[in-house]
């Protein structure tokens, strides 16, 4: 029997268009925006001070620490926050607003004309990509200190972890597998994600024949440079948890003011 005109139309229906953004899937996303100093998203530092969503148009308000954090740093966190949300099904648009900064006005209006740093801030000494890749390099080496440990806890020595390449990894979801003449070696699968991540996006760690391991510099680790190296990796990571305390008390006391105002 041939179904009725009511019935074929049911089955030829299209797809449900998109649905629009959610508060969830945009908290998502901004917790993949990092501020590139600390190497913390902004999320888990409270940046955050507002999100609005009218049908598929987004619209993120948020403070730093200080009116005088970096230019360079609170543009690379708009910016980034504005791809980031742009990315999400159904987002028409996105207005990014930056508050309580002594460049707010031009870093807003900037992100979201979708200009670049360089003419919005002329004078600077250096372009964003410039700083971003420096920031970088210091994230990845701070990294690298977790990665390398979790590899010595594993059981492999120094000699083995200068001359790993990138190609030596496999990531899996029960942890990474080290491959070293032969032998598989299961080492802690976060910390090597986490500097892989950022030594990705550094461009050092990209090509299967990569070194794994680098100096700050992005050169190969020399044997017996190893300890000393380890040890100023620490080092890094250490101070960039400093500088990450310190703005966090900022953060709250500012916060505090604000609240009482």
């Known amino acids: 029997m041939v179904g009725s005109s009511s019935d074929r139309a049911e089955t030829t229906d299209s797809p449900p268009a998109a649905t629009v953004p959610t508060r969830p899937d945009v908290r998502g996303c901004l917790d993949r925006v990092y501020d590139p100093e600390l190497d913390r998203s902004i999320v888990e530092l409270e940046y955050i001070d507002e999100i609005e969503i009218d049908a598929g148009e987004v619209t ?6 200080t009116a005088w954090c970096s230019p360079a740093f609170a543009w690379m966190m708009a910016t980034d926050a504005r791809d980031e949300i742009h990315s999400l099904p159904a987002t028409e648009s996105v207005t990014i607003r930056l508050q309580d900064h002594m460049h707010g006005e031009e870093i807003t209006d900037g992100v979201n004309n979708r200009e670049s740093f360089e003419s919005v801030f002329p004078d600077a000494d250096d372009g964003v990509s410039d700083v971003r890749a420096m920031l970088d390099d210091k994230a990845r080496f701070a990294r690298q200190y977790d990665a390398v440990q979790a590899c010595l806890d594993a059981g ?3 000699e083995q972890i200068v001359d790993l390449r990138r190609g030596d990894i496999d990531v899996a979801d029960e942890g990474a597998i080290v491959s070293v003449r032969g032998i598989h070696v299961v080492v802690d699968r976060e910390p090597l994600t986490d500097y892989l991540e950022k030594a990705s996006a550094s461009g050092l760690v990209t090509d299967q024949e990569d070194r794994l391991f680098l100096t700050i510099d992005g050169d190969p680790i020399p044997v017996d440079s190893f300890e000393i190296l380890h040890k100023r990796t620490r080092l890094a990571g250490v101070n960039m948890g400093g500088q990450g305390a310190v703005c966090d008390a ?3 006391s ?8």
């Open 60 to 65: 993120v308000e948020f403070t730093l620490p």
């Open 250 to 252: 900022l953060n709250q």
């Open 254 to 261: 500012r916060r505090a003011k604000l609240d009482k105002d």
């Open 156 to 158: 492999l020595t120094p």
